[in-house]
């Protein structure tokens, strides 16, 4: 598929829908849900995930699911490659890499640092290779035949399915990338009345997901997520706190030891592209750390460039903030709020995967590994 296929991604989407052919496959970031709501003026941060179902089952999508899901499978997988990492001590400080814009910054600017950043797939990746391989056989139908569209808050999605040795099917894993503010306006443009919307529940093949995954969305949450599930991975043992509240706001760079039981471990975050520039020549000066979460956005994905737009002028700060607060609140809220506690995880992982981080997992939810 040409990257111009791409410009028009709404239309490829309807072209999809309407060819009896295809099975159109859905999956909602979990940032698109607290801000869908803007576009029709109902409140800010608002988690309307429910009436996304809905909306995307008007429209013509034959399955919706939860891309949470997928990012308790980043997490599994993640967490098994930085605990890796610490016990032979290579590639430290690990960088997170669920951001595309941020490691293409890498590649570019710090191309000694490639090697330290995750291979682990983002949650948009990992869901359409699960989609292209176990769904497919599953459903007993040909990966081509599932057309893989993710609901994303980021223009730089479109690019990262289209990166060199990014995806395991015979085409594209993800075979489209519609934005919350586009989705917003093919809603409106096709007269469905969002507001009062009934709600509907994800479909269950990746259907539960865990309040770790939610917080995905919004800086700091990938950090803390990961690290919920690292400590188990490392000690065996559960932890004894969830909320490590690392980047609750919108500080530039935040940092901190903590304590994994026997482990003590070194993180920070920095939350937009020149709070990163700042960390990663500490990092050149010297100062080491153990685990590095970078978004390009300010705030995270939660202020991501495909979510509904304000005049130039506007402050969004406000937004944000409520935005990530519908996001933690929901984490707060959840039944399940650590991904290998997930028992659609775990099954998938004893039926089709695999260990984290090896096995079929490995092939499936990992790029090569990067070489500085």
């Known amino acids: 598929m040409e990257i111009k296929e791409q410009e028009k991604p709404v239309e490829q989407i309807l072209k999809a829908i309407n060819n009896k052919k295809l099975r159109v496959v859905g999956a909602c970031a979990p940032s698109a849900r607290v801000a869908m709501g803007e576009m029709f003026g109902m409140e800010v941060g608002l988690n309307l995930k429910g009436k996304l179902v809905t909306a995307l089952k008007t429209l013509g999508f034959d399955d919706v699911f939860d891309l949470d899901f997928a990012a308790d499978l980043t997490i599994m997988e993640e967490a098994a490659e930085l605990a890796d990492r610490l016990i032979s001590g290579k590639n430290l400080p690990h960088l997170t890499s669920c951001c595309p814009a941020w490691v293409k910054y890498v590649e570019k600017f710090y191309p000694e640092l490639k090697g330290n950043l995750s291979t682990t797939k983002s949650p948009q990746q990992i869901f359409g290779a699960i989609c292209k391989t176990y769904y497919a056989e599953k459903l007993g139908v040909e990966p081509d035949s599932l057309f893989v569209v993710c609901i994303m808050p980021c223009l730089a999605k479109r690019l990262e399915r289209l990166k060199a040795g990014i995806n395991v099917s015979r085409g594209l894993d993800v075979d489209a990338v519609l934005t919350v503010r586009e989705l917003g306006d093919l809603l409106k443009q096709r007269n469905i009345d969002f507001v009062n919307l009934a709600d509907t529940a994800f479909d269950s093949t990746f259907g539960m997901a865990s309040g770790a995954g939610v917080i995905f969305g919004t ?154």
């Open 219 to 372: 800086s700091g949450g990938v950090l803390e997520a990961a690290l919920r599930t690292l400590s188990q991975r490392l000690n065996k043992n559960s932890i004894k706190h969830l909320d490590y509240q690392i980047n609750r706001g919108l500080d530039g760079i935040k940092e901190r030891v903590i304590e994994l039981d026997t482990r003590k471990i070194k993180v920070a975050l920095a939350s937009g592209l020149n709070n990163a520039k700042i960390l990663l020549d500490r990092l050149k000066a010297g100062e080491k750390f153990d685990f590095i979460e970078v978004m390009a956005c300010p705030g995270g994905c939660v202020n991501g460039t495909g979510m509904p737009l304000y005049p130039r002028d506007f402050d969004k700060t406000p937004l944000v903030k409520k935005r990530a607060k519908g996001l933690f609140d929901t984490d707060l809220k959840s039944s399940i709020r650590k991904a290998h506690d997930n028992e659609q995880i775990k099954n998938l992982y004893k039926v089709y995967l695999g260990e984290p981080n090896k096995d079929r997992a490995k092939s499936l939810l990992h790029l090569p590994e990067r070489k500085n």
